[in-house]
């Protein structure tokens, strides 16, 4: 437990409120009906993700704190994404320059927060397209920063690890305040302003999901913020069926939270996400910088392949009809 302080390690692992929707995704509620008499010799584990190709369908979530993780930040994440085949969602609040993940191969999009003023949002965009970002991914589940317990790290971290992607003096400007009003316009607006297409992460709702389909989304993302906004909120295990079935294919659905091996990625596919993201894992493989990333990638790739196989699934196609959630337990 060296590396980094306890204020940092806090931060990383703690939810909201309590803790409850923290440690409670909801895989371990999914159980398996698996296939048998069906040749698995050969697992495919292939995904799409908007037109790139990744190796297993699991991609990397945004994580703020990078750097302060390791003195190689994002751009050890970046390099072991890159070697792995795996996808990377970067915060707008990483303490790296767009251009620099970029330069190290790696397939990403852009994690966005809007501000109360639209306009002020326009540079960091920019600049992310410009990098060669391939997506931008909308946050919606933060009009306000959920409360958490213990001092805060943003209160005692370098601020030149964080947020160097934004204009000096953003954060004194009127309007910069996370928006409180953010609607299914902002969707549209957001995919004039970058020509991108626009992920909407944070639904837990079929409705929601209903409205930001219809609001031209390429992609639908189950997540409670690991338990670090609203807590108490739906398990992600449990609210995802009724989003994928709204969707109907319509657009990916994408789903994260307490994902951590890989019965919970078969889980999550089974259950109709075209792929799980991952946050606390890689944030805490870090620690042993890039090496410490490849290799949890691989491991969760290698978990994901036996799970399928002892499923009887040999593609995600397969897996659609393995899985049944089970009510949670009363409490
Ligand atoms: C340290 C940390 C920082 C995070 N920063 C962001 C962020 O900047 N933007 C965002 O949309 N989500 C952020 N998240 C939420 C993750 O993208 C993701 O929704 C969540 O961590 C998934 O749950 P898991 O950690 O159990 O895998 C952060 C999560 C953690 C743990």
Redesign the pocket.
């Known amino acids: 437990m060296t590396g980094f302080d306890q204020v940092l390690r806090d931060?990383?692992?703690d939810g909201a409120g309590e803790g409850t929707s923290?440690v409670e995704?909801g895989w371990s509620d999914v159980r398996f009906a698996p296939h048998v008499l069906r040749d698995v010799t050969k697992v495919d584990l292939e995904a799409d993700l908007l037109g790139t190709s990744v190796r297993a369908p699991f991609a990397i979530?945004?994580?703020?704190?990078q750097r302060a993780v390791h003195p190689e930040g994002d751009l050890a994440m970046a390099r072991a994404c890159a070697a792995e085949g795996v996808l990377l969602?970067v915060?707008?609040?990483t303490g790296t320059p767009f251009a620099g993940i970029s330069a190290t191969g790696v397939a990403w999009w852009l994690?966005v927060?809007l501000p109360a003023d639209r306009a002020l949002a326009i540079p960091l965009l920019e600049r992310a397209v410009a990098a060669g970002a391939g997506a931008v991914?909308l946050?919606v589940d933060?009009p306000v920063v959920g409360s958490k317990r213990g001092p805060s790290v943003w209160d005692s971290v370098d601020p030149s690890l964080v947020r160097v992607n934004f204009d000096p003096g953003y954060d004194d400007l009127p309007g910069s305040q996370k928006a409180t009003d953010l609607g299914p316009d902002d969707i549209g607006w957001l995919a004039a302003r970058t020509g991108l297409p626009v992920v909407v992460?944070?639904v837990l709702r079929d409705d929601d999901a209903r409205r930001a389909v219809d609001a031209g989304v390429s992609a639908v993302w189950v997540?409670n913020?690991?338990?670090?906004q609203l807590d108490r909120a739906l398990r992600t295990a449990h609210a995802l069926p009724a989003v994928a079935r709204e969707v109907g294919g319509a657009v990916p659905v994408y789903v994260?939270?307490?994902?951590r091996c890989g019965l919970d990625v078969l889980a999550a596919v089974a259950l109709g996400a075209d792929a799980a993201?991952?946050?606390?894992?890689p944030?805490l493989a870090l620690e042993q910088g890039e090496a410490g990333v490849a290799s949890y990638l691989r491991r969760l790739r290698d978990e994901t392949t036996e799970a399928f196989r002892l499923a009887g699934c040999s593609d995600v196609a397969d897996t659609r009809d393995v899985a049944v959630v089970l009510p949670p337990k009363a409490l």
């Open positions: 931060y990383l692992v923290a995704a979530a945004p994580t703020s704190l969602v915060s707008s609040n994690q927060y991914v946050t933060t992460k944070g997540s913020h690991g338990g670090r994260d939270g307490g994902v993201f991952l946050g606390r894992q944030i």
